[in-house]
Structure formats: C-alpha cells, structure tokens
C-alpha cells in the first residue's frame, strides 16, 4: 500500500535551517510528483514546493522561493525539504503528498501524517 511518513521536524531557532525527509513505499517516486504543504494552527493547508515524477521540475510558491530547496533520493525513495532561513511565520506541521497531476492542481491522494516544525527564539 501507499505509505508515505514525514521526519525531520523540531525546534529551531529563526534563521535557521532544518531538512524535512518524507520518506515513501508502495508506488515508484516515477509514477507521481510529491509535494510538501504546512499547516499553521488555525488556517488551511498551505501548498509548499512540489517535484515532478521525472525529477527534473520543481514548483515553489513565492512564501518560500529562495529559502526552500526540494530534492528527492530515487534509490532510496524519499524526498526532503531543506528549510533555511526560517522564520517563526513557517511554524506548522509540515505533510508531504503525491501528485496525481504531476504537481500540476490537485490530485494530492495520499498524504503524511505530518512532522511538527516550530521556529522560536
């Protein structure tokens, strides 16, 4: 079955810098894009960056352009999120998902059960 498990969170101070691992089973990393989101207490899921089932695309929103790189380790199944400076607005718990569409819009069937991240001083 189609598993997919987020580690990596945790305190961390701003400006600092932590990688998220979202690590996958059940289907190859060649049948869909994956995709991170966040969720900050009280508000929707907010869509992060996104890589293609190739590889060779990524997708980033403005929130988080420059400071958010996604990669992913084909051989061993899993993508992260490398977060650098981090500010206390990216306090959330973070989820990964597969994109059906190919990090086009929707298509996020499967998902995480998220890993917590909170930027504080």
């Known amino acids: 079955q189609v598993q997919l498990v987020e580690s990596g969170g945790g305190l961390v101070q701003p400006g600092g810098s932590l990688t998220l691992s979202c690590a996958t089973s059940?289907?190859?990393?060649?049948?869909?894009?994956i995709a991170w989101f966040r969720q900050a207490q009280g508000k929707a899921p907010e869509g992060l960056p996104c890589?293609?089932?190739?590889?060779?695309?990524?997708y980033y929103v403005d929130s988080v352009k420059g400071r958010f790189t996604i990669f992913r380790d084909k051989a061993k199944r899993t993508v992260h999120l490398q977060m650098n400076s981090l500010k206390a607005a990216d306090t959330a718990v973070y989820y990964c998902?597969?994109?059906?569409?190919?990090?086009?819009?929707?298509?996020?069937?499967?998902w995480g059960q998220g890993t917590p991240v909170t930027v504080s001083s």
């Open positions: 998902a597969t994109s059906a569409s190919n990090c086009r819009s929707g298509g996020y069937v499967y």
């Open positions: 890589i293609s089932s190739d590889g060779d695309s990524t």
């Open positions: 059940g289907f190859s990393l060649d049948d869909y894009g």
